[in-house]
């Protein structure tokens, strides 16, 4: 079945402490992207990948960081996680761009509700 | 970096064709429009795309004005089930071959039996 997974689906942690949002698809898709959900604010980019060991800042990159060493994971590293940063992340791939191309329909992942105390 | 705005909210009985409308002013040429349709606690899920005029598929048709500056998702007899929050989004094109993606804030539809 094809699908983006994303893991863990459930996350709480406090202030600091390192943690990883796994991200994997299996379309052999060229485009990832994260995203976070807040109330009001809709979906913001958070960094997008062209192609492996290819990123770009999104919308609000700051406190985010990832890496694209494989076509199919896509990672999220928060270095030192702040309560600002509590959100629901969603990961998502495209076959090509979206936005820029008829076929660059996104699929996203079932999202990570994420807490920082 | 493109901006949309679309209404924030939308309330529709069941069986009526429900307009929501997307105002794009700095689309770029090359850009398509896309629109996205989100339950609660899911992702969000592909509805349609479409470049100028009018693109209808079995779910929906959007129309696009001739300047694209703005798009109408049009969802036909609507049902309790399309209760969601709908998303307009525009590409801009941010360097050689790189998309930023600018979401808008979504218009959360309620339909009303």
């Known amino acids: 079945e094809a699908q983006v997974t994303q893991n863990p689906r459930y996350l709480i942690t406090v202030t600091g402490k390192k943690l990883t949002v796994t991200c994997s698809q299996n379309?052999?898709?060229?485009?990832m992207s994260w995203y976070r959900q807040d109330p009001g604010l809709g979906l913001r980019q958070i960094y997008y990948?062209?192609?492996?060991?290819?990123?770009d800042k999104g919308d609000v990159p700051e406190g985010y960081k990832v890496s694209r060493k494989e076509k199919r994971n896509f990672p999220l590293i928060l270095e030192s996680p702040s309560p600002n940063q509590t959100s629901l992340y969603f990961c998502?791939?495209?076959?090509?761009?979206?936005?820029?191309?008829?076929?660059?329909?996104?699929?996203f992942g079932p999202g990570t509700r994420l807490t920082v105390l | 970096l493109a901006k949309t705005t679309q209404p924030i909210s939308m309330d529709s009985y069941e069986g009526q064709e429900v307009n929501i409308t997307c105002s794009h002013n700095?689309?770029?040429?090359?850009?398509?429009i896309t629109w996205y349709q989100q339950f609660p606690s899911q992702g969000p899920r592909f509805i349609i795309q479409?470049?100028?005029t009018k693109v209808t598929n079995e779910v929906a048709s959007l129309f696009i004005p001739a300047d694209r500056k703005s798009s109408t998702l049009s969802l036909p007899r609507v049902s309790l089930s399309d209760t969601a929050v709908y998303y307009c989004?525009?590409?801009?094109?941010?360097?050689?071959?790189?998309?930023?993606?600018?979401f808008g804030k979504g218009t959360k539809l309620s339909v009303i039996p």
């Open positions: 700095n689309i770029a040429t090359n850009d398509y």
């Open positions: 989004l525009v590409g801009v094109r941010s360097g050689a071959g790189s998309y930023q993606l600018t």
């Open positions: 379309m052999n898709h060229e485009y």
């Open positions: 990948s062209m192609n492996v060991e290819v990123t």
């Open positions: 479409g470049y100028k």
């Open positions: 998502a791939s495209s076959l090509t761009p979206p936005g820029g191309a008829a076929s660059g329909e996104q699929f």
